[in-house]
T-cell receptor, first 114, second 109 residues
Framework: NAGVTQTPKFQVLKTGQSMTLQCAQD?????MYWYRQDPGMGLRLIYY???????DKGEVPNGYNVSRLNKREFSLRLESAAPSQTSVYFC?????????????FGQGTRLTVV | QKEVEQDPGPLSVPEGAIVSLNCTYS??????FMWYRQYSRKGPELLMY????GNKEDGRFTAQVDKSSKYISLFIRDSQPSDSATYLC?????????FGAGTRLFVKA
């Protein structure tokens, strides 16, 4: 039982390159989330998926796209990376019960865009 | 003004001390209140969550919510060096969760 697994753990991109961050959970969560964490700003929601087949924008969706491939997997894509997207990205999952939704976080992906 | 304010610290205490961590918020729609612990270079882990006002205790941890003052607290009793981490408060109303920026805590042996 791995919980929430993110790949890769580290990545360096050049400006304009694209990449996909992968997230998979084995806890049968309905809801999944992508956050970014920047110093002094806390976690900010990029996109979320309340259930398989649905996705919605969060607070900072510009420059990102997501795909809820199935119940287990929720990927985040940067089509044309910018230095402002340098951050630590976290995927989270939880059941669709208020107060317990972002219950489990992955270990994070440290992304640097140069 | 941020919706959730949290003192970034760092807060340094001796082993065995009682630690008090706090957050204030401005949105009265928040109904669920969470505390997460985040070790360096790790993902946050949910410590406690509370619905509406009141206290909740789990081992050495106690969470308090005062909705009238828009103020939440996390108390850690008998603090240990292993409690050294960043503590994030979070609040939820509807499908929206807002996180505080976190307070760094150091517990010295």
């Amino acid at each position: 039982n791995a919980g929430v697994t993110q790949t890769p753990k580290f990545q360096v991109l050049k400006t304009g390159q694209s990449m996909t961050l992968q997230c998979a959970q084995d806890m049968n969560h309905n809801s999944m989330y992508w956050y970014r964490q920047d110093p002094g700003m806390g976690l900010r929601l990029i996109y979320y998926s309340a259930s398989e087949g649905t996705t919605d924008k969060g607070e900072v969706p510009n420059g990102y796209n997501v795909s809820r491939l199935n119940k287990r997997e929720f990927s985040l894509r940067l089509e044309s990376a910018a230095p402002s997207q340098t951050s630590v990205y976290f995927c989270a999952g939880g059941q669709d019960r208020i107060g317990n939704t972002e219950a489990f976080f992955g270990q994070g992906t440290r992304l640097t865009v140069v | 003004q941020k919706e959730v304010e949290q003192d970034p610290g760092p807060l340094s205490v001796p082993e065995g001390a009682i630690v008090s961590l706090n957050c204030t918020y401005s949105n009265s729609a928040f109904q669920y209140f969470m505390w997460y612990r985040q070790y360096s270079r790790k993902g946050p882990e949910l410590l406690m969550y509370t619905y509406s006002s009141g206290n909740k205790e789990d081992g050495r941890f106690t969470a308090q919510v005062d909705k009238s003052s828009k103020y939440i607290s996390l108390f850690i009793r008998d603090s240990q060096p292993s409690d050294s981490a960043t503590y994030l408060c979070a609040m939820r109303g509807g499908f929206k969760t807002i996180f505080g920026a976190g307070t760094r805590l150091f517990v010295k042996a």
